[in-house]
C-alpha cells in the first residue's frame, strides 16, 4: 500500500527555471511533511519540512506549498540550479509516530 | 555538525553468511531507524527503535533482521542467513524527539554475492 504517492518520476528544468514536484497521501493522520534531497552515493538529507498548520513554507529558493483538503502538498524550487540536481524523495509522519513514508522519489536534472 | 555514521561504506558478503550493519547516532538523539533502498528505488522502512526495544516495524523485517544497542552509541543491523535479494543500500537514521526531522547517515552497500 503506497502511503504517499509521489509524481513525476523524473524531471528535466533549463537553470533558472521552476522546478515542481508533488505528493499526496491518503492518512489524515500524518501532520509532519518533510522533504529529502539524495545525491548519489550519499544518504538522504532534509531540505525542508511543513505541518498541517501552514499553507506554505519558504526557505530560500525551496517553497512547500501544502493543502489539506486535497492532500497533497508540492515542493517548488525557484531559479533551479545544475547543483540541485538530485532524487527529492517527499514523506509523511504523524505525530507520536515512528515510521516515515517515503514517496517514490523524483529525479531532477537541471540543465545549464 | 554532528552527523549519524554508519560503517563499513561497502559490505560484500556471500549467500547465507551473516552480516552486521553498524550505525552511531547523533548523540542526544532518542529514536533509531534502519531503512533500505533497493538500487534506483524508494527508501524503506525496515524497524524503529525506542527506549532499547523495537518500537515498530516493516513486513520486510523478519526473523532474520535484527537490531541492537549493545552500549550508549552504536546501533547495529544483523541479518543472520543473506539472501541475494538484501543487496541494497542500507541506512540508518536517527531523531531527537516526536516529529523531528531525522537525519541519515551515508548508507552501507550490501553486496550478496
Known amino acids: 500500500q503506497q502511503q504517499v504517492k509521489q509524481s513525476p518520476q523524473s524531471l528535466i528544468v533549463q537553470k533558472g527555471g521552476i522546478s515542481i514536484i508533488n505528493c499526496a497521501y491518503e492518512?489524515?493522520?500524518?501532520?509532519?511533511f518533510p522533504w529529502y534531497q539524495q545525491f548519489p552515493g550519499k544518504g538522504p538529507a532534509l531540505l525542508i519540512a511543513?505541518?498541517?498548520?501552514?499553507s506554505e513554507k519558504k526557505e530560500g529558493r525551496f517553497t512547500i506549498s501544502f493543502n489539506k483538503s486535497a492532500k497533497q502538498f508540492s515542493l517548488h524550487i525557484m531559479d533551479s540550479q545544475p547543483g540541485d540536481s538530485a532524487t527529492y524523495f517527499c514523506?509523511?509522519?504523524?505525530?507520536?509516530?515512528?515510521?516515515?513514508?517515503f514517496g517514490t522519489g523524483t529525479s531532477l536534472t537541471v540543465i545549464p | 555538525e554532528p552527523e549519524v555514521t554508519q560503517t563499513p561504506s561497502h559490505q560484500v558478503t556471500q549467500m547465507g553468511q551473516e552480516v552486521i550493519l553498524r550505525c552511531v547516532p547523533i548523540?542526544?538523539?532518542?529514536?533509531f531507524y534502519w531503512y533500505r533502498q533497493i538500487l534506483g528505488q524508494k527508501v524503506e522502512f525496515l524497524v524503529s527503535?525506542?527506549?532499547?526495544?523495537?518500537?515498530?516495524k516493516s513486513e520486510i523485517f523478519d526473523d532474520q533482521f535484527s537490531v541492537e544497542r549493545p552500549d550508549g552509541s552504536n546501533f547495529t543491523l544483523k541479518i543472520r542467513s543473506t539472501k541475494l535479494e538484501d543487496s541494497a543500500m542500507y541506512f540508518c537514521?536517527?531523531?531527537?524527539?516526536?516529529?523531528?526531522?531525522?537525519?541519515f547517515g551515508d548508507g552501507t552497500r550490501l553486496s550478496i554475492l
Open positions: 527503535f525506542y527506549n532499547n526495544e523495537i518500537s515498530e
Open positions: 511543513i505541518r498541517p498548520d501552514v
Open positions: 514523506a509523511a509522519s504523524k505525530m507520536g509516530g515512528n515510521q516515515f513514508y
Open positions: 492518512n489524515t493522520a500524518f501532520d509532519y
Open positions: 548523540s542526544n538523539h532518542l529514536y
Open positions: 537514521a536517527s531523531v531527537r524527539g516526536d516529529n523531528q526531522p531525522q537525519h
